[in-house]
T-cell receptor
Framework: AQTVTQSQPEMSVQEAETVTLSCTYD???????LFWYKQPPSRQMILVIR??????QNATENRFSVNFQKAAKSFSLKISDSQLGDAAMYFC?????????FGTGTSLTVIP | AAGVIQSPRHLIKEKRETATLKCYPI?????VYWYQQGPGQDPQFLIS???????DKGSIPDRFSAQQFSDYHSELNMSSLELGDSALYFC????????????FGPGTRLLVL
């Protein structure tokens, strides 16, 4: 069974500071993909970043980067220079090439 | 760039009625996925289609059915609606060359009264 765990239901960060959101997963698959999606109040699911499990290099997308630890099955998201527009629910997602398995989400508040 | 289109965006139905949700994937995307997100919940996978054939099935109730048409759009048919079916229904699409990345539509908010 595939499971995704986000242990931080809520997080807050000061504007311009850095915050890290945690995600762990469990799978017996060796080839898979990991994603972070952002869901603002509009509830649109917006792709933030993706990571292929076979790549050792951590993915980076502007202010967003991941720390992918395959052995530990950990996939955290780091947001640098946090902006007010980053406030949203963040979902970690895992796919072994078919359906997505989502974590329960982390609600991020950005404090001006 | 074109995105996934879902219609309607909002839908209000009575119990025991039927509803049809439509999804138009990104052009040249051949795979469509349906997800249900209840209030305060994470999205749950319902069903997916690849090249008009069902490719995977999740926690989709027997009262629901779906199909993908020759133009790759998909429809989710929901019958005998229950109060618990009130949720945000997402459609996502992907393409064979990047099957792993799913691009989500804006969702259809269904309210069952």
């Amino acid at each position: 069974a595939q499971t995704v765990t986000q242990s931080q239901p809520e997080m807050s960060v000061q504007e311009a500071e850095t915050v890290t959101l945690s995600c762990t997963y469990d799978t017996s698959e060796s080839d898979y993909y990991l994603f972070w999606y952002k869901q603002p109040p509009s509830r649109q699911m917006i792709l933030v970043i993706r990571q292929e499990a076979y790549k050792q290099q951590n993915a980076t997308e502007n202010r967003f980067s991941v720390n992918f630890q395959k052995a530990a099955k950990s996939f955290s998201l780091k947001i640098s220079d946090s902006q007010l527009g980053d406030a949203a629910m963040y979902f970690c997602a895992f796919t072994p090439r078919d359906q997505f398995y989502f974590g329960t989400g982390t609600s991020l508040t950005v404090i001006p | 760039a074109a995105g996934v289109i879902q219609s309607p965006r909002h839908l209000i139905k009575e119990k025991r009625e039927t509803a049809t949700l439509k999804c138009y994937p990104i052009p040249r995307h051949d795979t469509v996925y349906w997800y249900q997100q209840g209030p305060g919940q994470d999205p749950q996978f319902l069903i997916s289609f690849y090249e008009k054939m069902q490719s995977d099935k999740g926690s989709i109730p027997d009262r629901f059915s779906a199909q993908q048409f020759s133009d790759y759009h998909s429809e989710l048919n929901m019958s005998s609606l229950e109060l618990g079916d009130s949720a945000l229904y997402f459609c996502a699409s992907s393409t064979g060359t990047d099957q792993e990345t799913q691009y989500f539509g804006p969702g259809t908010r269904l309210l069952v009264l």
